[in-house]
C-alpha cells in the first residue's frame, strides 16, 4: 500500500498550490480520502474529506471556500486546491485512506505560505 503527495512547495501569501495523492496497492474507489494538515507545534488536524463516490464533501471552516478537494477513481488520485494561501496554511499536508477500521497515510508533503 502506497499513498505519494506530491505538489507542495513554498508560496507566496495569497497564491495557490495544487496537491496530489496518488494512491495505489488498494481499492481507491472504496476508501473515503482525506487531506489533513500538521503545523508545527500543533496537532494534526482535517483539512477536507471526501467520500468513495465523491457525493459527500468535508471541510474544516479555516479552508472552506479556499481550499478544494476531489478525487479521480480512475487515476487512484485524490487532490487539493488551495487557493487565497495564507501564512497560516503553513503544514505539512498529509493524504489519508479510510475504510471502515483500516486505514492509510501518506508521508507528506511540505506547504510553506510566506513572502
Known amino acids: 500500500v502506497q499513498l505519494v503527495e506530491s505538489g507542495g512547495g513554498l508560496v507566496q501569501p495569497g497564491g495557490s498550490l495544487r496537491l496530489s495523492c496518488a494512491a495505489s496497492g488498494f481499492t481507491f474507489s472504496r476508501y473515503v480520502m482525506s487531506w489533513y494538515r500538521q503545523a508545527p507545534g500543533k496537532e494534526r488536524e482535517l483539512a477536507a474529506s471526501?467520500?468513495?463516490?465523491?457525493?459527500?464533501?468535508n471541510y474544516a471552516d479555516s479552508v472552506k471556500g479556499r481550499f478544494t478537494i476531489s478525487r479521480d477513481n480512475a487515476k487512484n488520485t485524490v487532490y487539493l486546491q488551495m487557493n487565497s494561501l495564507k501564512p497560516e496554511d503553513t503544514a505539512v499536508y498529509y493524504c489519508?485512506?479510510?475504510?471502515?477500521?483500516?486505514?492509510?497515510w501518506g508521508q507528506g508533503t511540505q506547504v510553506t505560505v510566506s513572502s
Open positions: 471526501i467520500s468513495s463516490a465523491g457525493a459527500t464533501i
Open positions: 489519508k485512506a479510510v475504510r471502515g477500521s483500516v486505514e492509510y
